[in-house]
């Protein structure tokens, strides 16, 4: 154990002035049984900080197949290992000058240990939770509507909330906001994607109650849903698909009332008549589609950003499925595919099919000007790949 006039003697032979330096000295030893693999480190922001301080929780998820990520209740965060040159040392009850109030003004020497060492920590950068295998572990069980007359429903794999957590690399927040996205239902407390010609058949059902009515499609009564449509379809289910189609709201008698947003009705049709077709000829299709949607909406082909991609290059033009959440989740593989798919593209068609990769405060041009190499064509700006397509 150093005394303070070695510690004195140490500094006079380094030729550093005492009165340069705090008061108080630490002198630190090495504990018994001191290993770097007994901690690790984690770099945290004030929001995490203030987050572990209120005794919430963070959450390290990922299958052993899967980059780890960290979770709080609403953000997710990428885990990677950084490296330092210098040794970070683990000293419990070492004090900081501002910590220390007591007899300043006088030299004094402090002794402690030190529990364990690292030369390296972990580094939290926010990321965009991995969702893209919610979808696909829910489709391996769809819901098709309740079992007809003595028939049970098939056996398959279903998830509760926990379940979901356990396996999907995203905030409880976020998981739940991508269950609403996806159209999912909590059916006998677990969570069930409807099968989309089934969602469909529910769709219209109500558009056709809306339209024996004639209702205006932003006056849609929950109450006589449910009684027209109770004997055709669990009650559960006419309420959900209002949930997904339409806005709720009470009118100024205090009944609940839904408003059909219009986009989402077009959008959904437009994907039941694309998806049985490799191409469409694009007249026909839009013809069709406004035939095939309820009387006094209208279609209109920006409805079909992320689901639809059109190709004016053909005679005559067509159109064919292309869905934003068929595509790879990672950014590099999402290009490939994309200019696998199709060599050059204008910004408009390109632009939602990337828009969900930005980061924080990141723009799809940002995405093109790092992934993709732009020219000129015809008089349009165009992009295509940087790098050699993997096919």
């Not at 000295?25 to 922001?45: I, K, P, Q, R, T």
Request: glycine share 6%; aromatic share 8%; proline share 4%.
């Amino acid at each position: 154990m150093r005394t303070l006039e070695e510690v004195q003697a140490t500094l006079q032979i380094a030729k550093v002035k005492e009165e340069d330096l705090q008061p108080t000295s630490y002198c630190l030893g090495f504990g018994a049984n001191v290993s770097s693999g007994d901690y690790c480190l984690m770099e945290l922001d004030d929001t995490l900080c203030k987050h572990i301080e209120a005794g919430k929780s963070l959450i390290i998820r990922g299958d052993k197949d899967e980059h780890a990520v960290l979770c709080s209740d609403d953000k997710t965060y990428d885990l990677k290992i950084a490296d330092t040159s210098n040794l970070l040392l683990f000293v419990p009850g070492c004090k900081t000058p501002d910590q220390m109030t007591d007899n300043l003004a006088s030299p004094q020497l402090t002794h402690a240990q030190i529990w364990g060492f690292s030369n390296c920590y972990w580094e939290l950068r926010r990321h965009r939770p991995k969702l893209k295998k919610l979808k696909k572990i829910l489709m391996e069980n769809p819901y098709n509507g309740p079992p007809v007359g003595m028939q049970e429903e098939e056996p398959g794999q279903m998830y509760t909330m926990d379940d979901l957590l356990e396996r999907i690399q995203a905030s409880k927040d976020e998981i739940e906001a991508h269950l609403k996205v996806i159209h999912a239902c909590e059916i006998d407390g677990f969570w069930r994607l409807l099968d989309f010609d089934y969602e469909m058949k529910l769709l219209g059902h109500v558009t056709q109650l809306v339209d024996s009515e004639s209702w205006s499609f932003s006056k849609v009564s929950l109450n006589v849903c449910l009684e027209e449509l109770g004997p055709l379809e669990p009650k559960a289910m006419i309420e959900h698909c209002l949930n997904c189609y339409g806005k709720r709201y009470n009118n100024e008698d205090g009944q609940v009332m839904y408003a059909l947003d219009e986009d989402k009705v077009c959008r959904a049709t437009a994907q039941l008549l694309l998806q049985n077709a490799v191409k469409f000829n694009l007249s026909e299709f839009q013809e069709v589609w406004q035939q095939s949607v309820p009387e006094g909406m209208t279609t209109r082909l920006d409805q079909l950003r992320g689901l639809a991609l059109l190709d004016q290059s053909s005679k005559p033009e067509t159109i064919s499925l292309l869905r934003v959440e068929d595509l790879p989740e990672d950014t590099l593989e999402r290009f490939n595919s994309l200019f696998s798919l199709r060599e050059k593209w204008t910004q408009d068609d390109i632009e939602p099919y990337i828009q969900d990769l930005c980061g924080e405060k990141q723009t799809t041009g940002a995405l093109l000007t790092k992934h993709a190499r732009s020219s000129m064509l015809n008089g349009k700006k165009v992009y295509n790949s940087r790098r050699p397509v993997a096919t």
